[in-house]
């Protein structure tokens, strides 16, 4: 009898290779706990109320400007209001935006695009301001957009940029596809010929 494993489905080796690459952004956050910790305690919370204070807010920016704010005597007012727009900066980004791209006229697409924010190809009815807004203001789907790209039959993926984090994410979840990181004009130059001589 022949079972198929489900695409979503738990897998500890997959697990533990995330927690795994998940060290260098843990180690980081460690620092910012560390300044946080030292700000809660000159405000006056106790250890409990320090981990309250990060479990509940959903950016250390605002807790900071809370910490801030409280060591200066502000009211519950004040606090609330500037924690609120720490948290909704994003938001507000998405606003901006908006604005930006309302007059701009996107043509149509010759060469298929997908969104991280949907997993696939825009609809006719889709609209590219909306959709950059949104790729702002919502998650992002990084894993359903990597296997339509592997429906596609796309078979070379290049990741422009600084580090390579996505091709390591490329190979993890599509392992026959070749992704190579480039950060320099240069790179980009030297890859390119390489995979038009490797045709």
Same mark, same amino acid.
């Given at each position: 009898?022949?079972?198929?494993?489900?695409?979503?489905?738990?897998?500890?080796?997959?697990?533990?290779?995330?927690? &795994?690459?998940?060290? #260098?952004?843990?180690?980081?956050?460690?620092?910012?706990?560390?300044?946080?910790? *030292?700000?809660?305690?000159? =405000?006056? @919370?106790?250890?409990?109320?320090? @981990? +309250?204070?990060?479990?509940?807010?959903?950016?250390?920016?605002?807790?900071?400007?809370? @910490?801030? +704010?409280?060591?200066?005597?502000?009211?519950? @007012?004040?606090? =609330?209001? *500037?924690? $609120? %727009?720490?948290? =909704? &900066?994003?938001?507000?980004?998405?606003?901006?935006?908006?604005?930006?791209?309302?007059?701009?006229?996107?043509?149509?697409?010759?060469?298929?695009? $997908?969104?991280?924010?949907?997993?696939?190809?825009?609809?006719?009815?889709?609209?590219? #301001?909306?959709?950059?807004?949104?790729?702002?203001?919502?998650? !992002?789907?990084?894993?359903?957009?990597?296997?339509?790209?592997?429906?596609?039959?796309?078979?070379? %993926? +290049?990741?422009?940029?600084?580090?390579?984090? $996505?091709?390591?994410?490329?190979?993890?979840?599509?392992?026959?596809?070749?992704?190579? =990181?480039?950060?320099? #004009?240069?790179?980009?130059?030297? !890859?390119?010929?390489?995979?038009?001589?490797?045709?």
């Amino acid at each position: 009898m022949e079972t198929t494993q489900k695409p979503y489905a738990f897998s500890r080796k997959v697990f533990c290779e995330g927690m &795994r690459d998940g060290v #260098p952004i843990a180690l980081g956050y460690f620092a910012v706990s560390f300044s946080l910790g *030292i700000a809660a305690r000159k =405000a006056g @919370f106790t250890p409990f109320q320090g @981990f +309250l204070v990060s479990l509940l807010n959903n950016a250390s920016a605002g807790e900071y400007a809370a @910490f801030a +704010l409280i060591m200066a005597n502000a009211t519950y @007012f004040e606090v =609330a209001v *500037i924690t $609120l %727009i720490a948290n =909704a &900066r994003y938001l507000l980004m998405s606003c901006a935006l908006a604005q930006r791209f309302a007059g701009e006229n996107f043509g149509t697409m010759e060469t298929p695009v $997908l969104f991280n924010c949907l997993g696939h190809e825009k609809a006719e009815t889709d609209s590219i #301001p909306q959709l950059l807004v949104k790729q702002v203001q919502s998650s !992002v789907y990084m894993e359903d957009t990597l296997r339509r790209l592997g429906e596609l039959g796309v078979d070379h %993926i +290049l990741e422009v940029g600084p580090g390579s984090a $996505l091709s390591g994410f490329v190979k993890k979840t599509l392992p026959g596809v070749v992704c190579t =990181a480039v950060e320099t #004009p240069e790179q980009l130059d030297a !890859v390119l010929t390489a995979w038009k001589d490797a045709e």
